[in-house]
């Protein structure tokens, strides 16, 4: 069956006719954690860190794989990045924090964000972060006084915004011209010259991070001339030595059949060889290479396994089937039309096959995990599996309607472990004052 290449690696269905996930049977996963579950395949996430890095550091030696944290993160998947040899791209200092949790290496944070406050700086600087990238002028005088008043010295990196279009959506394009992210290329001469000029910060390079979900590979191209063009320059006009160049992330994944995303050898080849081929043609040497996958290492490790309560079936227009979770462990449909496959994770295989649409079950008519989608005849008690849910889902989870967030299990060589305990009603209350 075409759709089960989208969950993780090594998922198969059994003579049962169920699916099974990291040596696991995803029912009695269900029966056993309850359900919403999210289920992560140990398997899948380290051979994804694995192939990251051996796809980059062959092409270009030195170059730094840093996870996107806010793809999701915790402490157990924290302490298998630290252990895979990832760095970390967090954008909080709650996320700062998990990394601290597990005694990441500090030297491997990068620290990114619009709005960093001053008290998230200081946790920054007191945590000895490898670089903080700073995303504007305010930042830039900001992070001054914050070092300053620590009395040290702190390796930083510009954000700019490169004006490329990444052709994904609106939402999660973000080096465009006209976004909230890092200095236009208008203000990027002025940005370097006050960064040099401040003593107790070193700029060490430049960052980018053209947008997510992309599929295209000419942009990253493009953005990886247009701001070696302005190193050159910089150079220059100022003395500017570009030592790291971050060409941020957001390679996409293959959400739905028919739409393949490139590999990771294909998306490597075209970030060196542009990286290589640029600086050749300038006469420098290329620069140390950080790349920062999110979505691309933890995406398809995820599953999302729901159970089957009421149907409506409406005649002549649509059948819907409700499970229950939805919006509020999986925004992606309603913010940004995302797209799904699923099966019956009880009967995967099955003749009787019928066109429903998949519902959550939260009071918003925009709570739609997957529309139009061919399934065998689902009924109450049946369980729905989702794939390529571990980016972007529990991240972003909320508890709207005051539901729950949901409980996660690691799965590998038929063994789950819990690494996140389903919320309870006295958690909802426990930060409540009367």
């Known amino acids: 069956m075409r759709r089960i290449s989208l969950f993780p690696e090594a998922a198969h269905v059994d003579q049962s006719n169920h699916l099974v996930v990291g040596g696991c049977d995803v029912v009695a996963l269900a029966a056993e954690f309850g359900t919403p579950l999210y289920v992560f395949d140990e398997a899948t996430l380290r051979g994804r860190c694995a192939e990251f890095r051996e796809e980059f550091t062959s092409r270009h030696p030195g170059s730094l794989v840093v996870y996107a944290c806010k793809a999701f993160i915790n402490r157990a998947l924290a302490q298998i990045l630290k252990e895979e040899g990832l760095g970390l791209d967090v954008a909080s200092g709650g996320e700062l924090s998990i990394a601290r949790s597990v005694d990441f290496p500090m030297e491997k944070v990068y620290f990114n964000g619009n709005n960093k406050s001053q008290s998230e700086l200081r946790l920054a600087i007191d945590c000895g972060v490898g670089r903080i990238v700073v995303d504007n002028f305010h930042e830039l005088s900001l992070l001054s006084a914050v070092v300053a008043e620590a009395r040290g010295r702190q390796g930083i990196l510009l954000r700019l915004s490169p004006g490329v279009d990444p052709h994904t959506h609106a939402y999660i394009a973000t080096g465009v011209v006209d976004s909230k992210f890092g200095f236009p290329m208008i203000q990027a001469e002025e940005a370097v010259a006050r960064a040099m000029s401040i003593s107790s910060l070193h700029l060490e390079g430049l960052h980018f991070h053209i947008g997510s979900q992309i599929f295209e590979l000419e942009p990253y191209r493009k953005a990886i001339a247009i701001v070696l063009r302005l190193a050159i320059e910089m150079r220059r006009e100022h003395g500017f030595a570009l030592t790291e160049l971050s060409t941020g992330g957001g390679l996409g994944i293959t959400y739905s059949e028919g739409s393949p995303a490139p590999t990771v050898a294909h998306f490597a080849q075209a970030i060196v060889s542009s990286l290589q081929e640029e600086a050749e043609a300038f006469g420098v040497e290329p620069p140390r290479l950080i790349v920062e996958p999110g979505r691309s290492i933890v ?93 972007y889902c529990l991240a972003m989870a909320s508890n709207y309607n005051a539901a729950l967030l949901p409980a996660v299990v690691l799965v590998k060589e038929g063994k789950a472990r819990l690494i996140r305990r389903r919320q309870s009603y006295d958690d909802l209350t426990s930060h409540d004052l009367v």
């Open 299 to 391: 995406g398809q490790a995820g599953v999302a396994v729901y159970t089957v309560g009421s149907t409506k079936e409406v005649p002549g227009v649509r059948k819907y089937v409700s499970v229950d979770g939805g919006m509020a462990d999986n925004i992606r449909p309603a913010l940004y039309q995302a797209e799904y496959e699923a099966v019956v994770a009880n009967r995967v295989q099955g003749a009787d096959v019928e066109r429903v649409t998949v519902a959550g079950k939260f009071c918003e008519s925009g709570d739609i995990l997957i529309r139009d989608i061919e399934l065998p005849k689902v009924e109450a008690g049946d369980i729905i599996a989702v794939p390529c849910c571990g980016a």
